[in-house]
Structure formats: C-alpha cells, structure tokens
C-alpha cells in the first residue's frame, strides 16, 4: 500500500543576514563558498525554503529579506541581493576600530518584526555573532522557531537557544551545492501496486484491495503475528503483504469459507493500514531527527521523537520488538546505534563512533579540560590524539593544496592509521578553528603554527563562554589542545 504523505507545514520566516560577519568566516573556511554566497543568494534563498526538521517537511515563504552590510567594504555585492528580493540595510563604520552598526539595526528590525501584525513563524538568523543570543531568546520567549546559521565557530549559550543550527560546513556545502541541507529524507517512492484481488462488495473506500509486492522479507524473529505481515523497505516505507496462497491441491481449497469472511478480512486491512502507517511516521520522524543533528543523537531523545510521531509505539511494546533498541534497529537498519550509557544513534554517512562524546579520549580529563569540553563543545581528545590530528593536518596541506572537503577526509584517514580515534567531524571543528585564527592552509604551516592557531581559536572560544582563566589555566589548555607541541 501507499503512505499517506504528512502535509507540508508552510512557515512564515523572517531572515536576517549579517553579511560582513558570514562573508568573512567562509572567507576563511573556503573562499569559494564566500563567493557563491555574496554573488548568488538567490540560489542558497531558493536551497533554504525547502525541506526537513524533526516535526516533517517544510516549505518556507519569507515575507522579510533582510542584509546588513558595510557598504565602504562589500557595496560590489548590493546588486546580487537587491536581485534576489532582500531589502539591503547600509551599515557605514561608525568608530575608529572599524565597526559597523549592523549588529543594532539587525536586532531593531527582528523586533520590530515581532511587534508586526503579520505574525512571523519562523525568525532565521545568518550570523555566528553571539551577541544575538538575547534576541533568540526573546524569539523563542514569543514561540517562534528560531534558526541559527552560522558561518564561524559560535558560542553554545548561542546555539543551544536555536530549534535548529547550521553550521560553518554546512552553510559551504548549501552555497556551493545543489542538494539542500535540510533534506534529512530520501524520496518516498509509491509502493508497485501489481495484481490486486478484488474488493468486496460491501466494502468502503477505507477496504480497497490490497498491492501484492515481491516477495515479503523476513519478518524479525521478535515482531509480534500482525507485524510479521509487513515488510520494511530501506527507503523507510512499509509495504503490506498478503499471506502466502494455499496451494490448489489443498484441502483447504474446498473448505466453506466462514460468512463473516470478507468483512472480517476488510476490517484487519484497515487496522493493519493504520498501525503500518503510524509506526512508518515515527520511521520518518526518527531519521529526519537523527540526519539533522549535529553530533549522534541520544537514545532517549530519538525514542521521544518516535513517541511524539507514533504514541502506541510504547502500549505495544515498540512494534513487538520489545524495546526501542531493537525496535531501531529492525525499522532503521542503516543508522548506527551504541548502547554504551547514554545511548546514541547517529548516521553513519557524517559520523563515527569517535564522534560519540567520551568516546576518544585515552585518558580521563580532569576539571578544566570536562569544562572546557562543555561550554565550548571543543573535542574531549587526549593530548597524544591531538598531537597526531594536528601532525596529520600540517603534513596533509604541505603535500597537498588545501581543499576544506578533501583536506578533512585525508587527515581522518590519516589519523585512523595512526590508531587515534578521530571523527570526521572532529577534524572538521579543528580545520574550521584554525582558520577562524586567521592561519592559512594555503601554504606550508608547520606543526606548531597548527597547534599554537587551534590552541588560540580554544582559548578564545572559552573566554567568549565567560570562563575565568589563569595565566595557567590558559597554559594547560594549550598544552592539552595543543598535542604538548604549543609553546605557552
């Protein structure tokens, strides 16, 4: 049979682009995206207003265009977005250091935004500038979604204000890119109907015939009798299967067929139907939750995301698989799981199990180290793992010109020869880090540069976070992070 497809929610969005500050951190991180994004926003404008979240697919409309620029510095860039419909804010320097007003007359239109009588769903703001953490929050105090794409590291108080982050990498692959990075769903492709039997006399539109597929697959040991009957598809649709036929010669053939027959028949297609269909939302629900992450999600927030999507999961015992685990790994096959405390399951396509938190480090970090892990998100790797990550990253672009998606995958590769167990998006934190210090790859740093740039870029994002640092808690980080090869 074929899944009723969810509705697309249609949201209401107000975009806000900080420009100086996103051009200038894809600058840094690949120049190639800077420009596709100042000189075609209406291609990324067009990849943003459609796709996936965890609640299902979406389509945004945005009623507000907003850019917010220095025209002393980038007005060669104000005719690609007057083209693409954005009403582009002048934001001239204003003191001798060189900033600009852009941050004031961002945070004065949102407000106003806000206060509109059009009602904004949606307000999405393109900047890693952290000083716009209070006007998330006062977005999501007025229950509004709030979206955070960012172009540079950002502080965690920031993101975590956020329903949903888009990160430096992302935002590169968005802008360069046709395949938009919110679709966290493969195309539902309606099931072959083929030979169907007929439907009953009495039957309503709710009892029509059902398809006959290919040959059902094997049904879980553990699923319970109904769930036996339906045959789970990678594409995460379920296809329901008729019994096997008895053979002609049977007995059976000639027993009376009792006279509730056809109606009894009728009514278990249509609670298969709606069981099949519920348990294949929360199918869709837990994959467009796990592929939008930005690190493996825990177990228990992906059994929720189910629950939401399908409430009966829990009443019937997950589908008769007995838990949500096994149920995971019946319904979704081509993600990961990890059991180990808390749980995780994640998309083996973007991450490992290195990438799990505590999952790397050789040692256990002490009290600095667990703080700056978690105010900064910084990778828990051990010096020794940093040493190696950092090694491989000096001695990568001296062999080879800098390329941000190549560079990365060469260094993972690198490091997983050399024993140290270091996720793909780990390397790509450090990569983005160290350019946000202003080092370039370009050429042939060495070792140390690599080191004392990342150990900088670390340093800074804890002072961002408020964090009170020594002379020597500043030290010992940079030993940490360092890989012992910065000198204090």
């Not at 970090?365 to 090694?391: C, F, H, M, W």
Request: net charge negative; proline share 8%.
């Amino acid at each position: 049979m074929t899944i009723t497809p969810e509705p697309t929610r249609r949201l209401r969005s107000a975009l806000f682009v900080d420009f100086d500050n996103v051009y200038i951190g894809l600058a840094r991180l690949d120049p190639q995206a800077a420009e596709a994004f100042a000189t075609d926003p209406g291609h990324w404008l067009s990849e943003l207003g459609q796709g996936s979240d965890v609640d299902g697919d979406l389509t945004r409309r945005f009623l507000v265009r907003a850019c917010y620029l220095n025209p002393s510095v980038y007005s060669r860039f104000r005719p690609n977005f007057t083209r693409a419909g954005f009403k582009v804010v002048d934001c001239p320097s204003l003191t001798q250091q060189g900033k600009s007003s852009a941050d004031i007359n961002l945070v004065l239109d949102a407000v106003d935004a806000l206060a509109a009588t059009t009602r904004y769903d949606e307000f999405v703001i393109v900047s890693a500038d952290a000083d716009f953490t209070p006007l998330a929050q006062r977005c999501r105090a007025d229950d509004r979604r709030v979206t955070i794409i960012t172009a540079s590291p950002a502080a965690s108080a920031y993101r975590s204000v956020a329903d949903t982050v888009i990160g430096a990498d992302q935002l590169a692959d968005l802008v360069t890119q046709t395949a938009s990075t919110f679709d966290a769903e493969p195309a539902v492709e309606p099931a072959d109907p083929g030979p169907a039997d007929p439907a009953p006399l009495d039957a309503g539109p709710a009892d029509a015939a059902e398809p006959v597929g290919a040959a059902p697959e094997a049904a879980a040991p553990e699923a319970a009798a109904p769930e036996a009957a339906v045959a789970a598809t990678r594409g995460g649709t379920r296809r329901a299967t008729r019994p096997a036929t008895t053979p002609k010669d049977s007995p059976a053939d000639d027993a009376p067929a009792p006279a509730t027959g056809p109606r009894t028949t009728s009514r278990a297609r249509v609670a298969e139907r709606v069981v099949d269909e519920a348990e294949a939302r929360a199918r869709r629900a837990v994959r467009r939750a796990v592929r939008t992450a930005d690190a493996p999600l825990p177990l228990g927030a992906a059994a929720q995301v189910a629950q939401t999507a399908d409430p009966s999961l829990a009443a019937s015992q997950w589908a008769g698989a007995g838990g949500f685990t096994a149920w995971l790994g019946r319904a979704l096959p081509d993600l990961d799981v990890s059991t180990r405390p808390p749980g995780h399951v994640w998309d083996p396509q973007r991450f490992g199990e290195a990438d799990l938190p505590g999952a790397v480090a050789d040692t256990a970090p002490n009290e600095l180290q667990r703080q700056v892990i978690a105010v900064t998100d910084t990778p828990g790797l051990s010096q020794a793992q940093y040493r190696v990550l950092l090694k491989s990253l000096a001695s990568d672009v001296a062999e080879h010109p800098f390329d941000r998606v190549a560079t990365s995958r060469r260094v993972h590769e690198a490091c997983q020869q050399s024993g140290a167990k270091v996720g793909r998006s780990t390397v790509n934190f450090v990569i983005s880090g160290v350019l946000y210090t202003g080092l370039s790859l370009d050429g042939t740093p060495t070792p140390e540069q690599v080191a004392r740039a990342w150990s900088d870029n670390v340093i800074g994002l804890c002072r961002g976070a408020r964090m009170e640092l020594t002379n020597g808690d500043a030290a010992a980080i940079r030993a940490w992070v360092g890989g012992g090869l910065a000198a204090a």
